[in-house]
Nanobody
Framework: QVRMVESGGGSVQAGGSLTLSCAAS????????MGWFRQAPGKEREDVAS????????YYGDSVRGRFTISRDNDKNTLYLQMNNLKPEDTAMYYC??????????????????WGQGTQVTVSS
């Protein structure tokens, strides 16, 4: 059974940092492109970042490039999102997701077929 559990969200002030983690189970992480997307109330899904199966290639959305870093530890079956210099507009529910296309990503926008329950990030000004 494919399962992903996000953690690490919370409330921070603008300029602060958070690191999100995603523990994957039920499949072999190193066979898939993985990503993070977020969704705020009343807004559409926004793709944040993605990473190829090996971790060598990463992609970022324009709004987070230079502030967020996606990484993975395939031995631990875990995906990460380091978020620095957070802004109020980063407030959203963050989800980790598995790309249905396999090991390589098609840019930052994922063709996700599995995702977790999400972790809330709230940034106050």
């Amino acid at each position: 059974q494919v399962r992903m559990v996000e953690s690490g969200g919370g409330s921070v002030q603008a300029g602060g940092s958070l690191t999100l983690s995603c523990a994957a189970s039920g499949y072999t992480l190193n066979r898939y492109c993985m990503g993070w997307f977020r969704q705020a109330p009343g807004k559409e899904r926004e793709d944040v970042a993605s990473i190829t199966y090996s971790g060598r290639t990463t992609y970022y959305g324009d709004s987070v490039r230079g502030r967020f870093t996606i990484s993975r530890d395939n031995d631990k079956n875990t995906l990460y999102l380091q978020m620095n210099n957070l802004k109020p507009e980063d407030t959203a529910m963050y989800y980790c997701a598995r790309d249905e296309g396999g090991p390589y990503c098609n840019g930052v926008g994922g063709r996700y077929n599995y995702w977790g329950q999400g972790t809330q990030v709230t940034v106050s000004s």
